[in-house]
């Protein structure tokens, strides 16, 4: 089990080459060689069927707590233990250059899990809803905290996001500290479109969003 601080926004269409020139040349940190390419399938659905499972005793209030998804033919599971509210990343005559939404998650791989148990979560949860999301990604490690920037492919949509991640240990405190001073420095460094509130998500939100939008436009 890893317990970790994430930051997220997703942004419809291509990356701007602005935006992929930033991270490959200007946004700080080390640039991990390798461009991850996979597809996921991540099982989402309604909170009256998550809090069927009693996942580790937690009751789940929202459906966006819940993260369930098949990588590589493992099972990962996510829940969201917090928010950390609405942050400001860099200044500039102010103004805050980037806005987001801080979450804390723990996260399990089936390694860690029980497999009799999550067997029987997922025969539930496949009732609802699943659906695949291809993934290219790339990476950079900023002491303890990796970000990337990924190219997403969903329902023939394109998308694209840039994320900050963590794992936490030790000094809670300090380690926020850390995390947010990471994402200041990748942030004066950054152009391209406005990053805020607005379009700062974890996947199980974005991709409830996602299904309510498929819905508007089928109905």
């Known amino acids: 089990m890893q317990k970790t601080l994430e930051l997220r926004w997703f942004v419809k269409g291509m990356p701007p080459e602005t935006v992929k020139n930033w991270f490959k040349f200007q946004c700080p940190g080390e640039l991990l060689p390798e461009i991850e390419v996979r597809k996921d399938w991540y099982f989402y659905g309604h909170i009256e069927n998550h809090n069927q499972l009693q996942l580790f005793g937690c009751h789940l209030t929202r459906d966006e707590e819940f993260n369930l998804k098949l990588r590589q033919g493992n ?3 996510k829940l969201q233990q917090q928010e950390l509210g609405s942050h400001h990343f860099g200044n500039i005559d102010g103004r805050a250059i980037w806005e987001g939404n801080v979450e804390e998650w723990c996260k399990w791989t089936e390694e860690d899990l029980d497999r009799q148990s999550m067997l029987n979560s997922t025969s539930v949860i496949t009732k609802n809803y699943g659906i695949y999301v291809h993934k290219e990604r790339q990476q950079r490690q900023i002491h303890d905290v ?45 152009c391209g479109p406005k990053l805020s509130t607005n379009n700062s998500f974890s996947y199980s939100r974005w991709l409830l969003q996602f299904e309510r939008q498929l819905i508007q436009t089928f109905s």
């Open 75 to 77: 099972l990962e599971l």
């Open 146 to 190: 990796k970000s990337e920037l990924t190219l997403i492919t969903i329902e023939d949509s394109l998308w694209w996001s840039i994320a900050f991640e963590s794992i936490k240990d030790g000094n809670n405190r300090q380690q926020n500290r850390d995390f947010n001073c990471a994402i200041d420095r990748a942030s004066q460094t950054y």
